[in-house]
């Protein structure tokens, strides 16, 4: 994976359009709780966390899925569920440790992000920049360069 | 839709959920006629409950030859008729589970039917491992209490 | 949209069950040879023991048809398929279709020697079949195939208390099943039970005068009343290959991994197409029952417009010989020819069990004794879990924590 979905917590005011838009992409429908990315919000701390697929390395969906329908591409490092092989078990939703694995009632199959294969709509529409979608480098780089001023300023 | 989830690091095995389900569900004390099974690791010393899933598209289904096990409309429920049943065992192998089970006495395979929206399991759970709740609550639970905290509880150590 | 589907087996049913899932609305016409409604063909051999009456083979009534919406034209034989005008012809009527699905299935092979024909010669696959060999009164009988319905059919008769034998071509019982060590074990069983079984034999003819009065094989001659022929059944292609679909090097009509086959809007699944094997990727005939449902479904899904592709079949067969299950799963040594095979076997006076890995990979499975573990070698198949990723579950407890259906399958590694 060489880009991801980068998430700055702190420019995040939880607005969810991220969850709209989402949704809207892949369901047709508005309804965050149809979105693949999700916020969690904590008014009293003021503070928003969204959480989205991680595409880990090795992911525990695709060790806990009894039916192989989730697959890691070794190339790609794409994370991916295949619909026609998914028994609707919900082993995933219950081993992802962020909680992102979701699972759709209606088609009684389990979905995840599919970076909206290459555009992420949700960092498309994202108006505050908490959501980027970057090479890990920059991603990186980016952090280092707000750290570093950060040091300046106090010194 | 609420369904049973356990939490396996307060599950210490003692078996009183597969003595509760076996009378509620077959009238008798023993471990083999229960719902519920618990699949045990002596070399971790691990306890897990494992019970059906109520998968939405089931696999015991497909294998059935009898074409006894639907999805029921209302609950999503994988449910049998049992009595149709000829004790072929291929739900058995066809479960990734093995939560599908043989009654030894009628020899028709069963399975956990949440005993109609009251699993006696949980109910009587001494350790409060197992619990009843809704899936999308419990997702967003995890999400709350997991996953979120740990980021907010790092930005505030910064 | 107008669906018709061919053959009221496992797959044609599945099929309109799953097409109903997505359309409640469109018509769905079904035609089959026979005038009754679907039946469970694994289910007759315990119906031909007597366990279970033959009634409950039926696994629907006409009214369930009725109220599934599925028009049926039972007793019709379908003699044409017009594909470039989207028709099929039978009984004197044309019918139009939008989407066709061909579940014809397969038929039991009689292979063409002297005195087949007479009086006493029966095969297994409907209900009425049951029927025909309780009307002949069988006393003594000889199977010819030891295949998995062979053996339950022989173990059938057995129960009802007839003289019982059977014969096989190749050198063990259930050969694409079993291997050697392992099928030995099923043929103690049977002896056990008082079947004798002639292994390494070829049916040369069967003698009578007006009935069935021994069956000549090329070693010994068997006195008998009733041959049961199981010694393979081939799929039902005629209609296909009148029509022009393309028909595979095995036999069953070709599909891609769509179910669809070589012609647009048409459909096939069950025991009559060929499909590829979910370990080799070779093609492969799978004639069972969960295939045959599997392949319906993904059909209809298709059909409706999704794109779901097949897996792949994996054989899972089961027995009950007096009272020991034996189970095989995937393939065996003769299936993985040309690889190169690790065995993990071990033995006890009630327990054998093998295990067959290629490349790593978990590719087989028998067990006489015991179901144990089974279902979570099945999973591990399918899903194409390597030796070293088991045992790296097995040895990782958190791993096997949010994975304990693994813990089955621990004594094997
Ligand atoms: C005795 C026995 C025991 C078995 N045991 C097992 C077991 O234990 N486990 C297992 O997995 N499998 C078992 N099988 C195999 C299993 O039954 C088959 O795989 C399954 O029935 C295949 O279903 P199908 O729908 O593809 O075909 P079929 O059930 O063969 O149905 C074919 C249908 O097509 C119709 N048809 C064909 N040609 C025409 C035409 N020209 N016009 C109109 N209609 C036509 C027929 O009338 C029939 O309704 C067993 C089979 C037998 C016979
Ligand atoms: S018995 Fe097993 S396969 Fe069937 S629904 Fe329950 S968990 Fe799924």
Redesign the interface.
Known sequence: MDKLIFID??KCVGCATCEMVCSMVHEDICSP?LSRI?V?R?PT?A?N?P?TCAFCESP?CV??????AITKNADSGDVAI??????????C???C???HA??S?D???AFKCDLCGGSPQCVEFCWTEALQYVPLDRALGGKRDAAARNILKSG | ?K?I?VNIEICDGCGVCQLVCSAQKAGQWHPSFSRIIIKRDEEFGLNVPIFC?H?????CETFCVMNLIYKDHDS?LTLRHEDRCIGCRACEIAC??SAAIMDPISEAVVNCDLCGGDPQCVKYCPAGALAFID??EA??K???Q???LQ??EA?RKL | MRILIIGNGAAGNQAAASIRKYSPECEILMFAREYYSEYSACALPDALAGWIPINKTYLKTLADYEQQKIKTCFGQEVENIDINNQCLEAGDKKYGYDCLIIATGSRPIIPPINGSLLKGNFVLKTPRDIELIMEHKPGRVVVVGAGNIGVETAGALRNRGCDVKIVEMQDWVMPLLYDLKSANRIRSLLEKENIGVFTGERVIEVQGEQRVERLRTDQQDLECDTVIWAAGVKPNVELARQAGLKIGSLGGIEVDKYMRCTHPGVFACGDCVQSLNVITGKPSLSLLWSSAKRQAD?AA?NCMG?S????GNCSVVIEEIMGIPCIAIGLNLQGLNGYEVEVIEQESQDLYYRLLAVNDRIAGYQCIGSLDGASSIF?MI???TSLSEARR?LLNQG?IS??A?YIDSRRYF
């Open positions: 917590y702190h709780a999700r969690v904590y701390e503070f966390v959480i525990p060790s806990v899925c009894p039916s192989g295949n619909p026609a092989l998914c028994i609707g078990c919900r082993q939703v219950q081993a440790p962020f909680g979701n699972f009632l088609r009684g199959t | 839709m369904r989830a899933m998968c939405s598209n089931p696999p999503d990734p589970f899936i999308s997702a967003d995890k999400r709350r997991t996953a979120g980021i907010l930005s | 993904l899904a999704q779901y592709e097949y897996e999973t399918k899903k194409g579950v791993l949010t994975m259906w």
